[in-house]
């Protein structure tokens, strides 16, 4: 019995053709710029989190920062998760 190879080399082909592209996009895509004034503000939050508001508008920040290990001395990694955020409202 013959195999289909027509089919499935097309098939092998209309994937190989995304897989390029997808990859060449990827590629030329420029790295963002890192800004180290916002990552010093960003290391410099207290852990937890903090709301405040008055008349111009209401700010909050949350630090979350975690070690995981995968047995109690074994390899771990840690988790930093940090957020500032502001609503402003104003009439205009």
């Known amino acids: 019995m013959a195999l289909p190879l027509v089919p499935t080399a097309l098939t092998a082909a209309r994937y190989a053709a995304v897989g390029i592209a997808a990859y060449s996009v990827w590629r030329a895509q420029t790295q963002p710029r890192r800004d180290q004034r916002a990552e010093d503000v960003l290391d410099d939050l207290p852990e937890g989190t903090t709301f405040q508001h008055d008349a111009e508008g209401a700010h909050g920040t949350v630090r979350w920062k ?27």
Not at 72 to 79: L, S
């Open 66 to 92: 975690r070690t995981v290990r995968a047995m109690k001395n074994g390899p771990g990694f840690e988790i930093d998760l940090t957020a500032l955020g502001r609503l402003r409202v104003r009439k205009v």
